[in-house]
């Protein structure tokens, strides 16, 4: 949520900050501005809503300067304002603020600041950010006396970094002083922060699409570190101010790749980019079976694997549903006994883990706060941890003792798809190397496993052909407002992702159930008008689903089914079916959740709604 770009080189930095905030605004975002040290002063520009207006206040009032801060505001603390959004001033105007995250303690320091004479111009969290170094600024001139120009450089970091020691929370900060023109600090502490390196011009960012267009050398910050910015160069501190070396990451995809390429929106792009991700993620995945690719990919050889005596899964969302598959492939294929939880929820019930205890973290960003707390929490019990993310170098792949990456590429819309996927299949593979590890499967058994895998992709090309028969379906339904999704076993967790891409971006009230508990409750819903999404495809429970659904047609459902290829058996009872191919069923949630992505894309589409940044919601949950 939130996103912060920062440049300083020798170019104009009006264009560069626009464009990075452009390229960050599927983080979700409801007002958006920048700050340019210009002729000795600081120039602000903010507005609310879309970049549009912030580019049109822009044009109308040009502003020059080769140092610069922008910032897209997700509001935590105060509405969407012009008051309220970022960049944040001190008041001497002349020292400049982005921040994502949330102090904890901003009414304490506020109250103090207050009291020592600081005006406050706004209702956010990050003001008091500005206004304490301000007061850090006054203080260590106070004590050094009059100050040289060349020493002001060494004022401004020692004052920051005794202002950040005084915050509680998550935060990443990037921060501007007229007085030091050639010089932007970046600060983080459990909020993601990278900074680019150019040949004669930096930046600094919450997440690399900011400036891939002009770098693709990269380097993470880690929490506590502050990063020194100036034309040339960039070098790195801890809180104390000890200097710390860093190695930078060349980042292996560049912004053709998350570009729409002729499609409407990202998310219709990236559903239909599944099949390469699958096709990207297995790559030297699968061979050798037996303690070879796994443990070469993420260090979790099959010796770990055998001694695992539980998983506990631990993500929110998309990633949750994700986890919630995971545990049906890991305790049928690999015998081994898992829990799913919430992270939110995880991190704070009396959790019983040791050293046997695999906890699989999934996330998209690999910045989820949640996901990240339930990780440490779980490791300072005695916990080994394995990441399942889609970002090389996010903080969860750092705090994690192994990582299993999904090669899905960027993932622009805000709801989830290909990562999805990719998370999906990256809990088959752990699932296949935990067999064969723990003398589950055989070799044979493994092999036929893969072919399986390998099928996937194939498979889900040939669904998305289905597509106009889509969105014919979406055009019948786009005008209700409620929807109830069925699923059982495996494919109960389906249910929920269906019906979570549906509210997300159509904003159409849906809810996903196991379809045995219809009766105990959800059943009173059902009249003529609901539309209910049942998953039918062939399974061990297919006559069971199928009473299900008799019962919702009894009462008038409008019946929307997913059919194997071939059936006889729902045609007749539901009013719209999707026929799919055939797979075994405990890899039918790979190949049914895509028709359900369409459903919802389609539905919102012909709602008319912001398809890849739909209201409130933020791609990566960085506070809690």
Known sequence: MCGIIGYIGSRQATPIILEGLKNLEYRGYDSAGLAVISNGGVELRRSVGKLSNLDELVRQKPVPGTCAVGHNRWATHGAPSQENAHPHTDCTRKLVVVHNGIIENYLTLKDGLSAAGHVFQSETDSEVVAHLIEEKLKKLRAARGSVARDLLEPLFFDAVRQAVQELHGAYALGILWADCPKMLLGVRSQCPLVVGLGQTEMFLASDVPAFLSYTRKAVFMEDGEIAVLNQGECRFFKLDGQKTDKVPLQIQWDRTMAEKAGFKHFMLKEIYEQPRAIEDTLRGRLFPLKDGALSRECGLSSAALKDISRIHLVACGTAYHAGLIGKYLLEHFAKVPCEVDIASEYRYRDISVDQ?????????????????????????????????????????????????????????????????????????????????????????????????????????????????????????????????????????????????????????????????????????????????????????????????????????????????????????????????????????????????????????????????????????????
């Open 356 to 624: 046997n205890t695999l906890v699989v973290a999934i996330s998209q960003s690999g910045e989820t706060a949640d996901t990240l707390a339930a990780v440490r929490e779980a490791r300072t019990r005695g916990a080994k941890a394995l990441a399942i993310c889609n970002s090389v170098g996010s903080s969860l792949t750092r705090e994690s003792d192994f990582t299993l990456y999904t090669h899905c590429g960027p993932e622009i819309g805000v709801a989830s798809t290909k990562a999805f996927v990719g998370q999906l299949l990256a809990l088959y593979l752990l699932t296949l190397h935990s067999s064969l590890a723990r003398d589950v499967f055989s070799e044979t058994e493994g092999r036929k496993f893969v072919e399986d895998i390998l099928r996937l992709p194939g498979l889900i090309r040939t669904v998305l052909k289905l597509d106009s028969s889509i969105l014919e379906i979406a055009g019948k339904f786009y005008e209700k407002e409620h929807f109830l999704f069925l699923g059982r076993h495996i494919n109960y967790p389906v249910a929920l992702e269906g019906a979570l891409k549906l509210k997300e971006i159509s904003y159409i009230h849906a809810e996903g159930y196991a379809a045995g508990e219809m009766k105990h409750g959800p059943i009173a819903l059902i009249d003529p008008k609901l539309p209910v999404v049942a998953i039918m495809t062939q399974s061990s429970v297919f006559e069971k689903t199928l009473s299900n659904l008799e019962e919702a047609k009894a009462r008038g459902a409008l019946l929307i089914a997913l059919v194997t290829q071939g059936d006889r058996h729902v045609r007749g009872k539901a009013d719209m079916v999707l026929e799919l191919p055939q797979v075994p069923e405990f890899f039918s949630p790979m190949i049914n959740v895509v028709p359900l992505q369409l459903l919802a894309y389609h539905i919102a589409h012909l709602r008319g709604c912001d398809v890849d940044q739909p209201r409130n919601l933020a791609k990566s949950v960085t506070v809690e």
